[in-house]
């Protein structure tokens, strides 16, 4: 649809580009499965789950639904529960702060930095109790977390370290995967993410066995064999089909992962030139896969409205921060003095960056921004 000024419509993302991109493998892909008759579990899964831990640099990858179960089933194997306490970041998807409050225990939000979004390790001191049993450091928006700092503050407090990395697959920090940063990480493969499904789906990794063996009972129905039930699990269970299909796009993560950071380059390096936009901050230690390209705009409403008339789409990600969400009413976190998380949901555009557009349609968004700006 043409926009006011007459544009075809730039979309946000279109969800159908990948697939017409790697029809043809995933054509294949989905025949295997289907010839196969195996649709619970099966060789299928199993060779995503070698291949993706061998991706992070991990020892085991066991593959689940979703991301948010991947993060439950870490802090349920972990013995995470009732009474205990994880610190989270409070700018971050809601997610992350169920997968908490589902294994019974409480999140406890800390404040991000300004310049990466992420949770800023200089906060987590004042939001330590006696309670406090992990840290669940997420990599938004693609751009890894402060770990060196994380961990070491972790270390200190004999606190296991989780890594919510559902939007980071392939990301760097100091040459290492994100994924192998930690204790254990949770990844997503939602059909907009870096690494997507066509579906839900999502894993967990970790480089500690008897860790991996307790999370793989867990999301089968507490079975380590069939009939035989030693704990009480879940079912969280990859889908064959779609462990086929990540497998496609798995060889084909850092090729567009490469495209994103071409993308995001343009972007920083012509909106620096934009009157009161606040680019993010990419420390040197780290290598950000772009999941999305988030900036900052005192008037943010009025700059969307702008892009839109354009006919650039944007996104906010995310709007309403989890304390201030009606899910969280009950533990009082409006309260909380969360000013730096509040102001971001206020201030914070995410713009068009993904491995289908192309450089012309990344310049046309910067044009409109620095008309906009000036």
């Known amino acids: ?43 299928e899964v199993e060779a995503f789950e070698a291949e993706f831990a061998a991706y992070c640099g991990t020892k085991f990858c066991i593959a689940v639904a979703n991301g948010l179960d991947s993060l439950h089933l870490i802090l349920k194997a972990n013995g995470i529960g009732a009474k205990d306490e994880v610190l989270v ?8 702060w169920l997968a908490v409050s589902h294994a019974g225990a409480k999140p406890v939000p800390v404040e991000p930095s300004f310049d990466t979004y992420n949770i800023d390790p200089g906060s987590l001191e004042k939001a330590l109790t006696p309670r406090t049993r992990a840290i669940i450091a997420v990599h938004l928006y693609g751009q890894p977390a402060a770990m060196d700092d994380i961990l070491h503050f972790a270390r200190q407090h004999d606190l296991r370290v989780i890594e919510d990395a559902s939007q980071a697959q392939g990301a760097l920090l100091s040459g290492n995967r994100a994924g192998n940063l930690s204790d254990a990480a949770g990844f997503s493969f939602y059909p907009t993410k870096n690494l997507g ?24 129905y507490g079975s380590p064999l069939k009939n035989v039930n030693t704990v009480r699990g879940y079912n969280s269970r990859l889908d064959p089909l779609q462990a086929a299909f990540l497998r496609v796009r798995l060889r084909h993560l850092d090729e567009w992962n490469a495209r994103r950071q071409t993308l995001a380059q343009l972007y920083l390096t012509e909106l620096r030139l934009a009157k009161h936009c606040i680019l993010p901050v990419v420390p040197e230690w780290a290598d950000p896969v772009w999941h999305q390209f988030v900036i900052r705009y005192e008037r943010r409403d009025a700059l969307r409205d702008h892009l839109a008339s354009r006919g650039i789409e944007t996104a906010i990600h995310y709007p309403i921060p989890p304390h201030l969400s009606a899910a969280y009413a009950d533990h009082s976190f409006a309260d909380s003095d969360l000013w730096r998380t509040e102001k971001l ?6 713009l068009p960056i993904n491995p289908h557009l192309r450089p012309e349609h990344v310049q046309r968004v910067i044009r409109a921004i620095l008309e906009f700006a000036d």
């Open 89 to 96: 970041p409070a700018n971050t998807f809601i997610a992350t």
């Open 345 to 350: 949901a206020k201030t914070i555009v995410s």
């Open 1 to 43: 649809m043409p926009s006011d000024s007459g544009q075809v419509e730039l979309r946000f993302l279109d969800l159908k580009l990948p697939y017409q991109e790697l029809k043809e493998e995933l054509d294949a892909a989905y025949e295997r499965v289907m010839l196969s008759g195996l649709f619970i579990l099966g060789e």
């Open 197 to 220: 499904a066509f579906g839900d789906a999502g894993a967990a990794v970790t480089n500690d066995e008897n860790l991996a063996q307790r999370i793989r009972i867990l999301r089968n």
